[in-house]
């Protein structure tokens, strides 16, 4: 009976090379902060965000489309992004009274901000009301809601429109209610602002989002046609992050297979995100506007400037791109000797692997609640900074919590050497929707905290976020 050996199995899938990430997990800084926060904690570089807002601004400015940023606050809740968004003269996309608060609070202007979600709340109607945003309406109850509300005030309105490549969406007005939208919006006449149309498609590929685009052109014009100002095309946002490189990912989605997970656990390929991707963040909108959809003669570019629209974007993970990551310690090593081959099949006697138990839960790492896992390798750091090859090791990596379902990486991942307790693990890139979608103070853990570094001086700095308590 032969061992497979404890290396065999899963591809690795590390992320992009990142030197100025790897120079922090080979400082004392990492350690430093576990030792100081005696948990898992989340490292956020703010110039990071910075410079993915520049990228989608240079591809607006290039194509000459006029465009309105506005980051999708619901990736991640800390302040600093607003902070940035402040500084840079973008907006915010907020989906709640609370979100539309720290977005007002961190400095963001009333008329920068767009109000998504569906059936929002009286109160966050009134407030956006009041504060002069944008507000996304998805269904012709909150339209006459808001209509009740409103008054003195004329709320700007932009009307949400079901897609028709996604039948199944619960989002938007379908066609006849968004002609019985616009009749509504003409009979009220001064008591508000139709500005424009807006989608937000799932998934990530460009056509159906340019040709959905050139759909909302065509709406727009039947709205002006009653009368209607319409002058915005809201195309949400839904631009891909690049993780890992491509060979990586393709091995990956080729091969894996329940004997690279603990307990067997099963995944399809179609339940990860797409974590390599071509077209990445501005590429993909350079791509889109650069469209020419089915039965059309020009490029969505050329169609926007045609009208004389301007283009709205609510990028989420795309703008929070190799912006943060989160820092867990090992607590324990828990060694899995290797199985016996199940009857019949000698060959495939399980290979020994580890258990490595971290100092706080998969709620820190939200991919996990999705029925799916958050792939990019974690990168392990001994107190001598990453990990140099020694001899392989395979590992999964669990929670702190007494359930068995909190797992972080259910994958047997082969680390470099065999980890020991007191290294750290570094999950890379998960500033977009792992930190604190899912976080829980389950088993009265302490959340992680967020730690912001910038260099002042030349010199790397840390300091708190300072998102503003509820
Ligand atoms: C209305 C709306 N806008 C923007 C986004 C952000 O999407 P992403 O982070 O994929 O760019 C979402 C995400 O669900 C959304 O619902």
Known sequence: MTSKGPAAGAPAVPLHPDPEWDALCDSELLPELSHAFGGPYHLLLPHRFDANVAAFRAVLAELDVPGALHFAKKANKAAVWVERCAAAGIGVDVASAGELQQALGHGVPGPDIVVTGPAKADDLLRLATAQDCLITVDALDELERLLAIAPPARPRVLLRVHPPQQPASRFGLTGPEVERALHRCTRAGAALRMEGLSFHLAGYAVPPRAALAAHL??????????????????????????????????????????????????????????????????????????????????????????????????????????????????QG??????????????????????????????????????????????????????????RPYPACVVGASCLESDVLTWRKITFPDRPARGDLLVYGNTAGYQMDSNESSFHDLALPPKVVVESIADRPRWRLDRRTPH
């Open 217 to 330: 052109i065509g709406v727009c014009a039947r709205a002006r046609s009653l009368g209607l100002p319409a002058d915005l095309i809201g195309i949400g946002g839904g631009f891909p992050v690049d993780y890992v490189p491509r060979a990586a990912w393709r091995d990956f989605v080729a091969h894996q297979q329940p004997a690279h997970y603990h307990a067997g656990k099963t995944f399809h390929a179609d339940d990860f995100y797409p974590y390599h991707s071509p077209t990445p963040g501005a590429e993909a909108l350079r791509a889109l506007l650069s469209t020419v959809p089915p039965g059309h003669h020009a490029t969505v570019a050329e169609q926007v400037r045609a009208a004389g629209h301007r283009v709205l974007l609510e990028p989420g993970r795309a703008l929070l791109d190799r912006a943060g990551c989160t820092v867990f310690r090992i």
């Open 333 to 390: 090593v828990k060694h899995r000797p290797a199985g016996d081959a199940p009857p019949g099949r000698p060959g495939e006697r399980p290979a020994a692997y580890g258990l490595l138990t971290v100092d706080g839960t998969s709620l820190s790492l939200s991919e996990q609640w999705f029925n799916s896992e958050f792939v990019p390798d974690p990168v392990l750091v001994t107190p001598a900074g990453r990990a140099r090859p020694g």
